[in-house]
């Protein structure tokens, strides 16, 4: 029994030494990241004419961003998990809407899953298991790459993108048919095998299992980056860009494969790297670009982290707490909101 105890201990501070060295690598490559954007800010664009294109600026089609962002495209993301999380525990959408505040302002403040830890926690309060709630999570990513892949599709005929840059789209819809079949073998494996992790995770994936419930979740999904698609056009206007609805699709895409990988808290810096980067190769500058990029986030994360938070604090959920809980769900294996 001592010897269990030994290695028990033994595995334990192995995994603290491992989630400390995880959190340090975090951190340099958040700083990294950080220099590089603002070594771009500083020797690659035009200070005064960013003041200018950000001064300039249509502020009444940012507050409408905002606004839409808050009482459209939230409570519709709210709705499509409500129907994910339906065959295990039917919760009000009024909930749900404020877990979705919560896991946003967690994520724009905490790098990794954290959100996913916040909005697995609050939802554990109403019954559902952890696990189950994980499903979920793994559903929505991929639907959302289903989608993105669906949206990418014309971008190489119709925009003159770098070969690397069909490339990486080609890729997405490699991944959203291999998530796809990955969802389907992990609810067959589940009900094929009642007990363990996979039976407890499958139970996430129960929607699939109806064919109307699944199709009505990928027309929330489509409607739902159709707005997003909508928010950036209204920012390519505010910044005097003039909006395409495939250069507004391309800045989406962007953005959200560099939020594949999450290195900054709220992807700062990365965020606007993505929308730069997709505005410059549709015929904008790079100072239109930024102005893009820094409008479409700031309109998300400063509203989603100030009413996320008062959830937060309501619900009691502290920062130790999430930590733990994002080292523990399963990791997303794909983009997401």
């Known amino acids: ?3 269990r105890d030994g290695d028990c201990g033994e595995h334990v501070a192995t995994r603290v030494s491992w989630q400390r060295a995880k959190t340090i690598a975090r951190c340099i490559a958040s700083v990294a990241v950080l220099a590089a954007c603002g070594y771009y800010l500083a020797t ?16 009444w089609l940012v507050l409408a961003m905002a606004v839409g962002h808050l009482v459209v495209l939230l409570p519709l993301k709210a709705w499509r998990w409500a129907l994910m999380l339906a065959p295990i525990r039917k919760l009000p ?25 916040a909005r697995a926690l609050l939802v554990r309060r109403d019954g559902v298991p952890l696990a189950a709630a994980a499903g979920t999570f793994l559903l929505e990513e991929i ?9 990418a599709l014309p971008l190489p005929w119709v925009l003159p993108l770098p070969p690397r840059v069909s490339g990486t789209l080609r890729l997405v819809a490699v991944g959203a048919v291999l998530g796809i079949a990955a969802a389907f ?22 929607l699939l299992s109806s064919t109307r419930s699944a199709a009505i979740v990928l027309l929330q999904s489509f409607a739902m980056w159709l707005l997003d698609v909508g928010q950036i056009l209204l920012a390519m206007a505010a910044v005097g860009m003039r909006p395409g609805f495939f250069a507004a699709t391309l800045v989406l895409l962007f953005i959200n494969l560099v939020n594949a990988v999450p ?14 980067a997709a505005c410059v190769i549709a015929g904008a500058t790079p100072e239109q670009g930024i102005a893009v990029g820094v409008l479409y986030h700031m309109m998300q994360l400063i509203p989603e982290t100030v009413l996320g938070a008062l959830v937060l604090a309501r619900n009691a959920l502290g920062r130790r707490k999430l930590r733990t809980m994002a080292t523990s769900l399963p990791p997303p294996p794909v983009p997401g909101v």
């Open 44 to 59: 690659r664009t035009d200070r005064p004419a960013l003041a200018r294109v950000l001064g300039h600026a249509d502020y």
């Open 263 to 276: 290195a900054t808290p709220g992807q700062v810096g990365l965020f606007e790297a993505g929308a730069t």
């Open 143 to 151: 639907y959302n790459v289903l989608v993105l892949a669906v949206l």
């Open 1 to 3: 029994m001592a010897v």
């Open 185 to 206: 073998w992990l609810a067959a494996a589940g009900r094929a095998r009642p007990t363990g992790l996979v039976a407890r995770v499958s139970k996430g994936l129960a």
């Open 93 to 117: 959408l009024r909930s749900l809407y404020a877990y979705m505040l919560a896991g946003s302002a967690v994520s724009n403040l905490v790098p990794a899953r954290a959100g996913y830890a």
